[in-house]
C-alpha cells in the first residue's frame, strides 16, 4: 500500500506536458496570417503553423522557442509557394517594427519551409530583410524557400546558428555594396543545397560568422565577390574555420568591369588594420569558373600569424578566358596549400606548396555550362582519397563529398566510387546545376 501511494504521488506531482497545436492560415481562415496567429496565440514547442498559399502583406518579431527535439515549425502547404510581400512597407527596425518580413527576437529552434519573400526594404539603412535573427535567437532552419529582391536577403547577429537549406536567394541588395544576398553574423551558419545568384552589386554571401559551412551550392553571378568570409565579433575565437564542400562557383563575366570587382573568395578580414578570422579556410572537391581575366580566386586579407591558411584539395578552377589567377598576391600564395586539383592553364598565381597538380586547357566537362565530367575527363578518378578538414570544434573530419548540387535546388547522393573525381561532380551522375550562367531576369519569380 505505502509503494503504491508513493507510485501514485509521484504520477501525479510529474509536470504535465502541452501537446503540440497545428494551425492553418490563410484569407479563408481564422488566423489571416502567420504574423496575426504569433499575436494572438502563445505559441509552443512542437505547434505547426500551416501557410495557405496567396499573398501576405504584414510583418512580425516572433519571440516564442521551440526546443531541440520539438521545434515550431512554419510551412507553405502543397502547391505554391505562399508569397510575402512587404511592397510599401518600411521595415525600419525601430521600436516594435522589424527589420524583416520575419524577425527573431530571441525566438529559437524554428524551421520555415516552403515560402517566397520578397521586396523587404527601409529608408533608414537600406537594409530591411526577409529574415533577420537577433536578440539571442538561434537554431533557425529554412528550407526550400525563395527570397529575392530585398535590401538583404537574410541578416543575424549574437549567438545566431542559422541552417539554409535547398532554397534560391538572388537578387538581393540596395545597390549601395553594403547590402547583400546573404548577410550573417553570429555563431555558426550552414548553407546546403541552395542557389544563390545575382545580387545587386553587393556580395553572394558575406558572413561574419565564427564557423561556416558551405555546401553542395551553385554560386554564380555576383555584383561583387561571391564569398566574403570574414572577421565578426567572435572570430578572434579558436577554430573560426570556413569549410567549402562540393560546390559549384561561377563568376559572372562582367565581373571586375561595371562596378564589380575582380576578387572571388575573400578570407580572413575585409580590412587590413582589422584583427582577420582566427580560422583556416577549407576547399574540397569544389569546382570554381572564371570567367574574366580580372579574377582571382582568393584573396587572405589580415591573416593570423601561424593560423590562418587555404587548404585546397580535389578542385576544379577553370578559367574561360587569360589573364586570371588562384592568389590574389604573394601574401595570399604563401598562405595556400594543398593537392590533386584540376587547375586550367590559363589559372596564374599557383604557388609551389599547392602539388600533384593537373595541368590542362580544359577540365573535361561534359559541355558548355554542364559541369558534370565528361568521359575523357582528367580530373575522372584523380582526387586525394580522404581529404580532411578541421571543424568549429577543433576535431579533425572527413571531407570526402557525399552530395551533389541538384537542379533546380537541394542536392542529390554523389555515388561511391573506387576512387574519388576531382570537382564537385563524380562522372556518370548529378544533375545539370542550371545553365552555368543565368543573368538577372532568368530565374525570376522564386525559380
Not at 250 to 275: C, K, L
Not at 336 to 350: C, E, M, R
Not at 373 to 390: E, G, R, T
Request: hydrophobic residues 40%.
Amino acid at each position: 500500500m505505502v509503494r503504491a501511494s508513493c507510485r501514485l504521488l509521484s504520477i501525479l506531482l510529474l509536470p504535465s506536458v502541452a501537446s503540440a497545436t497545428t494551425y492553418q492560415v490563410g484569407a479563408a481562415r481564422t488566423q489571416k496570417s502567420p504574423c496575426a496567429l504569433a499575436q494572438a496565440v502563445a505559441l509552443m514547442p512542437g505547434d505547426v503553423i500551416e501557410v495557405d498559399a496567396g499573398t501576405y502583406t504584414d510583418q512580425c518579431q516572433l519571440t516564442a522557442s521551440g526546443t531541440a527535439a520539438q521545434p515550431i515549425v512554419m510551412r507553405g502547404v502543397a502547391g505554391p509557394r505562399p508569397v510575402f510581400d512587404a511592397t510599401g512597407k518600411d521595415l525600419s527596425g525601430a521600436g516594435p517594427v522589424p527589420r524583416a518580413i520575419f524577425q527573431w527576437n530571441g525566438g529559437s529552434y524554428w524551421v520555415v519551409e516552403h515560402l517566397e519573400l520578397e521586396n523587404a526594404a527601409n529608408t533608414s539603412g537600406a537594409n530591411g530583410s526577409g529574415f533577420r535573427v537577433t536578440a539571442g535567437g538561434h537554431d533557425i532552419t529554412l528550407r526550400d524557400l525563395s527570397i529575392h529582391d530585398c535590401q538583404d536577403g537574410a541578416q543575424s547577429d549574437g549567438a545566431s546558428t542559422i541552417t539554409i537549406e535547398s532554397s534560391e536567394i538572388f537578387h538581393n541588395g540596395a545597390g549601395d555594396g553594403q547590402s547583400h544576398n546573404l548577410y550573417l553574423q553570429g555563431e555558426s551558419v550552414r548553407l546546403i543545397g541552395n542557389h544563390i545568384h545575382d545580387s545587386v552589386v553587393g556580395q553572394n554571401i558575406k558572413l561574419r560568422t565564427r564557423y561556416i559551412e558551405i555546401l553542395y551550392n551553385l554560386v554564380e553571378n555576383s555584383g561583387n565577390y561571391e564569398m566574403d568570409l570574414i572577421q565578426g565579433p567572435t572570430t578572434s575565437m579558436p577554430n573560426a574555420n570556413a569549410i567549402l564542400i562540393g560546390n559549384v562557383v561561377v563568376r559572372a563575366v562582367d565581373a571586375g568591369v561595371n562596378g564589380n570587382n575582380g576578387q572571388t573568395i575573400v578570407f580572413s578580414s575585409d580590412d587590413p588594420n582589422a584583427v582577420g578570422r582566427n580560422g583556416s579556410l577549407y576547399a574540397i572537391n569544389n569546382t570554381f569558373i572564371l570567367r574574366n581575366a580580372s579574377n582571382k580566386l582568393f584573396h587572405v586579407i589580415s591573416p593570423v600569424a601561424g593560423v590562418s591558411h587555404v587548404y585546397l584539395f580535389n578542385n576544379i578552377v577553370h578559367a574561360t578566358v587569360a589573364g586570371t589567377s588562384l592568389t590574389f598576391d604573394t601574401a595570399t600564395a604563401d598562405l595556400v596549400s594543398g593537392s590533386n586539383n584540376f587547375i586550367s592553364t590559363a589559372v596564374g598565381g599557383v604557388p609551389a606548396t599547392v602539388t600533384t597538380t593537373i595541368g590542362g586547357a580544359d577540365p573535361g566537362f561534359a559541355a558548355t555550362g554542364d559541369y558534370r565530367l565528361a568521359a575523357a575527363s582528367p580530373a575522372i578518378d584523380a582526387a586525394l582519397a580522404n581529404p580532411m578538414f578541421v571543424d568549429g570544434a577543433g576535431m579533425m573530419q572527413s571531407g570526402v563529398p557525399t552530395l551533389h548540387v541538384a537542379a533546380p535546388l537541394g542536392t542529390s547522393p554523389r555515388p561511391v566510387d573506387a576512387r574519388l573525381d576531382v570537382g564537385a561532380f563524380e562522372f556518370g551522375s548529378g544533375t545539370l546545376p542550371g545553365d552555368g550562367g543565368v543573368e538577372v531576369g532568368d530565374m525570376a519569380g522564386g525559380g
